[in-house]
């Protein structure tokens, strides 16, 4: 409601009335006609100030444009392949000077950091966002370091039926491995590890089911000398 209130009019427009045949009836007349009209006349003001009540304290205003944060770009082809994702996620980071900051879309299985790694070498990674990890809702948003201790524990949630990469590790937490078929290591909100074998340092999530996953965590990745 808002704007013109064609209850106004008819009030006015009664009392206009009104005014107009008190002269062309008789009082007998005028009485019965005149409280009927009063009574039509007050029931169209309330009426009218009743919308106006409603338009001031029940307005609805369009709401503020969603502004959307980091989010990682689209790779193309199947969202929910396991193969290393190594779109253009990888950047410098202007906050940490030395870090390098990569994207981790909830739906890839393994995003190559473009990071190489030599044996020995250490990697320092930190590790913010948050992903969905069903599409039901009825588990919660999940950080870098997911549900911890372990996948077991995360059965409050249901039976899983289906693998996870790492069943022993925290639940939809952040992992990590150097080269594609390297030991998987936890990673989380934050780590720092040396490297036991050389190849390509990836990150992924630890989850079962990739399909129904949205989102993406942010890492930052520095080596240490």
């Known amino acids: 409601m808002g704007g013109f209130d064609p209850a106004w009019f008819i009030a006015v427009g009664i009392a206009f009335v009104l005014a107009a045949t008190s002269h062309v009836i008789t009082p007998e007349q005028r009485r019965p006609v005149g409280r009927f009209l009063i009574n039509l006349a007050v029931v169209a003001a309330l009426i009218g ?3 106006l009540a409603w338009d001031r304290y029940h307005k609805v205003e369009s709401p503020p444009p969603v502004v959307s ?39 890839q299985g393994w995003t190559d950091t473009t990071f190489t790694v030599n044996t020995g070498e250490t990697l320092a990674v930190s590790a913010a966002g948050s992903i969905i990890v069903t599409t039901d809702g009825h588990i919660p948003p999940m950080s870098p370091a997911g549900f911890r201790p372990n996948c077991t524990a995360a059965e409050v949630y249901g039976k899983f039926f289906l693998p996870f990469p790492a069943f022993q590790l925290p639940c939809w937490s952040l992992i990590g491995r150097i080269g594609m078929n390297g030991p998987i290591f936890e990673v989380g909100t934050n780590t720092t590890f040396r490297a036991q074998s050389s190849g390509e340092f990836y990150l992924g999530v630890n989850d079962n089911n990739l399909g129904d996953n949205s989102g993406n965590w942010t890492a930052s990745i520095a080596p240490v000398r």
């Open 69 to 107: 944060g980091l989010q990682a770009p689209a790779p193309g082809g199947d969202q929910t392949s396991t193969e290393p994702y190594t779109g253009p996620s990888v950047g410098t980071n202007a906050l940490r000077p030395g870090w390098t900051t990569v994207n981790i879309p909830a739906n």
């Open 49 to 51: 100030f009743g919308g």
